[in-house]
């Protein structure tokens, strides 16, 4: 009852008659609000809320974890989120062109669907309960935007964020980020996190993604909500795609970073020593090429963060 209420008070407050009537439709594991009424927004869009239980109302309090883009469609992963990581997962149906209301959308979490949520389902309240989870660049930066502000997100997961990879802004020092894509986001999210004095894993984590369809079960909630002593890095291992290295061409390094609660991601060292020095870093292609002119031998690779290190070897041929 208390929902219905909520709902006919929205469309009281917006004050506007809606040609398609607004309707919560019940699942096992889930509840959608067909045409979810916003003063913000309008009824445009459809609001599902997965849910770890079969039916609310809820035994006892989860966090929550929300979603751009998922609708009703994706119900069987949405369900097995909600059940496998013990969450909500609140997800609304965004397309590519809505984010050019971004300014809309923000004031539409802020004001509107965090408050309903935290109001009408048993939610762990706090920011650091909340995550924000979305795909693509245009819902990355209305994304960071959100994640910005005080007091509303803990944890933020972007998958194939494109140029929004980078330029981070300073955020709360409690605050988590997790970046999944290709190299050069990769690379960027990496170099552009530790310049403002973030540190791998206690604030932020990175996982190479070739496949966004099932962005699903690669969100790693375990992480995002994990306390900073489980989070923090405990070792870096590196491996090469190929152990010799002829003129002219080049082999890839990838290095995984194992963090204390058994986490593991991918680590991309923006600066890589050698020795001898015959060897070049490309962070953005994560490649090593030979410079001109280095005599054929063994290498040594060596990074690391946090006076945490890898080191692997390479044998380059003769030119």
């Known amino acids: 009852m208390k929902k219905l209420f909520l709902l006919l008070l929205c469309l009281l407050c917006a004050g506007v008659c809606w040609a398609e009537e607004s309707r919560l439709i019940i699942n096992p594991g889930r509840e959608t609000f067909v045409h979810f009424p916003s003063e913000i927004m309008g009824s445009d869009y459809t609001l599902t809320v997965f849910l770890p239980e079969e039916f609310v109302p809820l035994s006892k309090r989860y966090p929550v974890v929300y979603l751009f883009g998922p609708g009703p469609k994706q119900a069987e992963a949405g369900h097995a989120l909600a059940a496998k990581e013990q969450v909500l997962a609140v997800a609304v149906n965004f397309e590519e062109e809505d984010y050019k209301e971004a300014d809309k959308i923000v004031r539409f979490l802020a004001r509107e669907l965090v408050p309903y949520i935290d109001t009408n389902y048993l939610t762990l309240a706090a920011p650091n309960r909340r995550v924000l989870a979305v795909q693509g660049d245009k819902a990355a930066k209305v994304a960071k935007e959100l994640f910005y502000k005080p007091n509303l997100f803990g944890a933020l997961a972007l998958f194939s964020p494109g140029a929004e990879a980078g330029n ?75 152990d010799k290295l002829a003129p002219g061409g080049a082999v890839a390094l990838r290095v995984k970073a194992r963090l204390k609660g058994g986490f593991l991601f991918d680590y991309v060292p923006p600066v890589v020593r050698f020795s001898p020095p015959y060897l070049i870093w490309n962070a953005g292609l994560g490649t090593l090429e030979m410079l001109p002119g280095a005599e054929s031998g063994s290498v040594k690779i060596q990074g690391g963060v946090d006076k945490i290190t890898f080191s692997t070897k390479i044998t380059l041929k003769k030119q």
């Open 168 to 242: 981070w802004e300073n955020f709360a020092p409690s605050a988590r980020v997790f970046v999944a894509g290709n190299q050069s986001e990769l690379a960027a999210a990496q170099a552009s996190l530790e310049r403002v004095n973030k540190t791998y894993g206690r604030d932020f984590a990175l996982s190479y993604r070739g496949d966004n369809k099932d962005w699903f079960s690669a969100l790693p909630l375990g992480y995002l909500l994990s306390a900073p002593n489980k989070a923090a890095l405990k070792r870096l291992e590196a491996r090469v795609s190929d």
